[in-house]
Nanobody, 127 residues
Framework: QVQLVESGGGLVQAGGLLRLSCAAS????????MGWFRQAPGKEREFVAA????????FYGNSVKGRFTISRDDAKDTVYLHMKELEQGDTAVYYC????????????????????WGQGTPVTVSS
């Protein structure tokens, strides 16, 4: 059974940093694109970042560009989200996801391009 397990979320002060991790199991994801979405209370799920498979092209949502960095370690079937200069607006549950590389490339911000999702890890940014 495919599983994505996120970790690294928590409480951080504005301006601080966090690193989220997502470990995949059940099968290898090293030919898939991987990504992160987030959902704040009362809001729709929002695209955060994605990284393709072979050439590791990255995509970012406008609200996180320049502050967040996505990376992957295929030997560990793990994707990371490095977050800095955190703002209260970054408070949300962060979800890891994977999808077919070619489909994600076409529309990385569309959640319908992805197939598997983790349970999410909460991030709270305080003032």
């Amino acid at each position: 059974q495919v599983q994505l397990v996120e970790s690294g979320g928590g409480l951080v002060q504005a301006g601080g940093l966090l690193r989220l991790s997502c470990a995949a199991s059940g099968r290898s994801f090293n030919t898939d694109a991987m990504g992160w979405f987030r959902q704040a209370p009362g809001k729709e799920r929002e695209f955060v970042a994605a990284i393709t498979w072979s050439d590791e092209v990255t995509f970012y949502g406008n609200s996180v560009k320049g502050r967040f960095t996505i990376s992957r370690d295929d030997a560990k079937d793990t994707v990371y989200l490095h977050m800095k200069e955190l703002e209260q607006g970054d408070t949300a549950v962060y979800y890891c996801t994977t999808g077919p590389d070619m489909e994600v490339r076409l529309q990385p911000s569309d959640p319908r391009q992805y197939r598997h999702w983790g349970q999410g890890t909460p991030v709270t940014v305080s003032s």
